[in-house]
């Protein structure tokens, strides 16, 4: 759904020259430690926080953000509807969503017409808001297959946030803090889960000497220690501690916690009770009271579907945090993105829709792909009109055959699991069965089940379940009943055999299950993965691949592993070309602090922000009334309330920490006098214990104390025209290119433009030669050659090469500025005035950027850094660049691009005036085509600017 119009808009975003943390993305690839979905949800998740301001997803819809651009103008719809959705972006942003192609119709046709229908009769922002769960903080989904690293993609998502808070402490679109829930069926994976995330190496996602730091400020607390007794000395909720110690404003701290268990097991869902006002829940509460207290906090949801059903009410408590203003972003991992029934939207009184997938999934990777990619490759057989011993023994007995003497790399050894329906299943068929008909050695099998009245288990079965995956390991037939379903990581699990159905009640259990076997070992390696099911297994499972996945057990076992991607590596031709170093002038502008104080005046600033304190507080009203006299009610205005504790001592110094050494506790604690005043004014005595009073903004006052510190300064601007020269190519930053649609010339082209540098045939020339060619592969008996040797000609670019490609071969960004690089070619004009086309387009490897400016009042503001995509140039007798004309290509999704348009701006009126006034003639000039247009238009305005320009 709405991850697909993401996918395309921040595609759209990391190619624009607003992106401002492609070198970032570009550092992260170049690292090649993650994998190409982890890095793509990364990109999803930075493009959210960044350009979307980390909203949330129904007011970015509302505000189109995510819309196509569709034409009003251009659909079969009445006019009433036309102007009406031309007018309102929520109406227009719902109708596009609609209009989205599923299949054989559009996504929402219901919807669709109901909007042409009845435009003006829906409450629009109501349909949105409950698209999206009614929640007004950013709530994401990131759906990827098991085995595709999410923990990891965790730690990287906490240390991405802690390096942009620590860059700008005060953007409260980057938490400080972060509590990941784990599910409770999911316990056992808790200790793993925090492992994964502490020796997670920040360096793979943050340049240093930043990751190092971070990583050093990171604190890591497990929440899962049990109340103490009555009568024990101990605390009597150890949780709650944990969290109360590192309050009130941590940095870097990070909770791991088991959910359910911890935080909504006591939840009330009857709506006729608060959260946090039922007496008889006081104590299961204080912890959930205390982690909504945590300021700047994102909350990481592992296996989030398990949070979405109906017996957790997950978001009724982050709702309640959120109310507090501490929630920064919620992010939901898992494999599985669908509702265990459809979500019901109510569009009208007579009117719903019905909604199966989790709706705020922004970034989705397929199953298949991943198994192309990096998961083990499946063969999964289906097991008809046997029993489940005679499937038990098919199973095991091919598993042996394949796996049974596999060792991988780490030195784990191949395991298959068996799932039992039930311990007594298990004990008394399957264990038995195993050792008697199968005469496997039982030192290779491992039981683990949760126990019952009959049976129980040694207490060292957990211990060795909890190290299968290490060399340590000896046990090759796991039997479980319950257990290892998800969150179980055990790389070496080779195969899995599901005999009987499953007594779950959950519909993704077989999908779940099976996936467990398919988890790398060692990255870049092909390994291979065995499912043995048995009929209605297969069944449930085909139902569970196709609504999930779009795919189906026969296309899983026809997939091949994708082999590693090709590698072009890339050669310059710059000294062929002697292309000279385009020499231009560059706007410099250079900011100078002004004092407009001689002292600080500290002790006046205090007294003056005193004076006014009542600016920094809001109003608190409460209404008390029956249900029949609403117009009867008594309304009290609230003076006082809040429940966070305040101190001077720690109130002055969180003000000098949160300065970042502009000022210190010494320097603060000078003017106590003035500081206590202001204290006093903004908090309140309850049962002998101060409180702030939460109606003051808080966070406004102390930034205005720490202003009161500093001298008063005005940014003045001056600025300077300085010549420079740049090269076309860094030579030194040309690196391997992974193969692509959009690289041109290709490998032969390319190789025959260096062979025709050094030794350059005319057509006889080179006819003469392939005729030889062909002859002595005719005496050698080479007849397979012949026919290659004989289809090879001139390629037409080889007259033109000596007019572009200083760079081989060129990596465009679209097939738009291939089909222009060829038609300028192409042109007589081009070709009779001698000039010459270099693509340019590629950041990070031209000198030739421009720095671009927007004039605000008398003063220079910096709007980035512009690459032109081609230069068409002449040269003069001396070898020197005489006129060059910059030509600008973008498709039409970037035709509203604010901070382009910032930037062609300056680059067409102040870069063209500047220039072309020092050099005493028109050197540059600007040329704008965009893909929205036909190509034959684009190719006619490139020829006239063409004639006018190079006229001389």
Known sequence: ????????????????????????????????????????????????????????????????????????????????????????????????????????????????????????????????????????????????????????????????????????????????????????????????????????????????????????????????????????????????????????????????VNAEKVILNRVDTTGQKSLFEDDEDKKANELRNLIGQIPNLSILIDEVHHAASSDIKLRQVVNSWNEKGNITTVLGFSGTPYLSSPEKIQLTEYETLKIAEITNTVYYYPLTTAIKKFLKTPTVKIAENLDHLQIVKKGIEDFNQQFGKLVYEDNTIAKVAIYCSSIEMLENEIYPYLQS?????????????????????????ELQFRSLDTPLSKKKYILLVGIGKEGWDCKSLTSVILPQKSKSSSKNTIIQTTCRCLRQVTRGNDESALVWLNKENANILNKQLQKEQQTSIEEINSITRTSKPEMIERVSRMDFLKLPKVDFYQLKVSYQSIEEEEKANTKKKLQELLTNISKYKSTALITT????????????????????????????????????????????????????????????????????????????????????????????????????????????????????????????????????????????????????????????????????????????????????????????????????LNKALQLKNFKEKNLEIYFNGERGITEFVINCFAKKGKNWRNVGKYTTDFLILNRTSENKIHKALIIETKGEGFSNDQSFIKKKNFVETEFLEQNNEKFGYQKFDFLYLEDSESLTNNVGKLNTKINSFFSE
């Open 1 to 256: 759904m709405l991850n697909n119009i993401i996918k395309i808009k921040t595609t759209q975003w990391l190619q624009s020259t607003d992106c401002s943390v492609i070198d970032l993305i570009k550092y992260i690839r170049e690292k090649r430690e993650l994998r190409d979905t982890q890095i793509e949800a990364i990109e999803t998740y930075l493009f959210l926080k960044i350009e979307g301001q980390n909203k949330p997803l129904w007011k970015l819809f509302a505000e189109g953000f995510f819309t196509n651009g569709t034409d009003l103008s251009k659909l079969n719809i009445n006019e009433k509807a036309r102007t009406f959705l031309g007018s309102n972006a929520n109406a227009f942003a719902l109708y596009d969503f609609s209009r989205q192609p599923s299949g054989k119709t559009t996504l929402l046709p219901k919807l669709e017409k109901m909007i042409v229908d009845d435009c003006e009769k829906i409450d629009y922002n109501k349909i949105i808001k409950s698209i999206f769960y009614n929640v007004s903080y950013a709530d994401y989904l990131l759906s990827l297959p098991m085995g595709s690293g999410k923990t990891y993609l965790m730690a990287a998502f906490i240390y991405l946030d802690l390096y942009f808070a620590a860059n700008e402490p005060e953007n409260k679109n980057f938490s400080h803090n972060f509590l990941v829930l784990i599910p409770s069926g999911l316990k056992t994976s808790i200790g793993p889960s925090l492992r994964t995330i502490e020796n997670f190496d920040p360096s793979w996602v943050i340049p240093e000497p930043a990751a190092s730091n971070l990583k050093k400020q990171l604190i890591f607390d497990v929440l899962d220690e049990q109340k103490s007794a009555k009568k024990s000395n101990k605390a009597r909720n150890p949780n709650a501690q944990k969290v109360n110690k590192c309050l009130p404003n941590p940095f870097g701290q990070v909770f791991v």
């Open 437 to 461: 008909e199968l005469n496997i050695n039982p030192t290779e099998i491992l039981r683990f089940h949760g126990g019952n009245k009959s049976y129980s288990l040694p207490k060292e079965n």
């Open 625 to 820: 009334t029956g249900l029949e006299h609403l117009e009867d009610g008594e309304l009290e205005y609230l003076e006082n309330s809040g429940a966070n504790f305040a101190n001077f001592n720690t109130w002055v110094f969180n003000i000098a920490k949160e300065s970042f050494e502009t000022t210190t506790s010494n320097k603060l604690h000078q003017f106590d006098t003035e500081l206590k005043e202001v204290f006093e004014a903004i908090t309140f005595e309850k049962d002998k214990q101060l409180f702030f009073n939460e109606q003051f903004d808080l966070y406004l006052i102390n930034s205005q104390i720490r202003v009161a510190f500093s001298i008063k300064k005005s940014l003045k601007t001056k600025q300077e025209i300085i010549p420079q020269e740049a090269n076309l190519l860094i030579v030194d930053k040309l690196k391997a290119i992974v193969q692509n649609k959009n690289i041109f010339p290709g490998k032969d082209i390319s190789k025959q433009i260096l062979d025709f540098d050094k030794n350059p045939l005319s057509s006889e020339t080179f006819n003469k030669q392939k005729q030889e060619k062909i002859l002595q592969l005719t005496q050698e008996g080479k007849f397979e050659e012949i026919a290659k040797v004989a289809s090879e000609t001139i390629h037409p670019i080889i007259g033109q090469k000596d007019k572009s490609f200083h760079l081989l071969p060129y990596n465009f960004d679209s097939s738009f500025e291939l089909n222009i």
